[in-house]
């Protein structure tokens, strides 16, 4: 389901979530580029608690903010999903720690996108360690976000730069 850039809402949120916590063929939903407000967000995320299809999640350029995508991330659904486009959302270092939890437990994802953040060097240390244990990610978008010397020379020791087909640093 595609919904890139539709202006969708809080009441389409609502009707979305209550379609994903009840379908069991949707596998991709993009929400990208709507400028959601949290409370669209929540639903939307209150829909994917119940769902365990969707393999496919894009969130890009929606305001989610620090602590944002922490709900998601710390839902089953995030243990099935494929890929993961949570680019230019403005999520921070909860976040980021969630999601190295995510990485670190993993077995289905194959692409992450958090570029464009701004995250600091300390947010991306959670992100860095997950995708050092990590065994399945082979495409990852970190472009605009802080790596300091150590951690991106952490990342690109790891068996994870061996494996990546596509890597924005």
Known sequence: ??????????EDCQALGEL???????????????????????????GLQHNSTLKHLSLNYNPLGSGGAVPLL???????????WLGNTEIGEED????????SSSTRLKLLDISDNSLPPKAMQFVVRG??????????????????SGVAVSL????LAHRLCVFSL
């Open 74 to 84: 710390k839902s089953d659904v995030a243990h099935n999903l494929r890929a993961l």
């Open 156 to 159: 690109l020791k790891s068996p």
């Open 20 to 46: 994903l916590s009840s379908s069991r063929t949707l596998e991709t939903l993009d929400v990208s580029n709507n400028d959601l407000s949290t409370e669209a967000v929540q639903l939307l995320f209150s």
């Open 1 to 10: 389901l595609h919904l890139h850039k539709t202006g969708i809402g809080v």
């Open 96 to 103: 980021c720690r969630a999601l190295g939890e995510i990485l």
């Open 131 to 148: 995708l050092q244990v990590n065994i399945t990610v082979n495409s990852l978008f970190i472009l605009g976000n802080s790596l300091d």
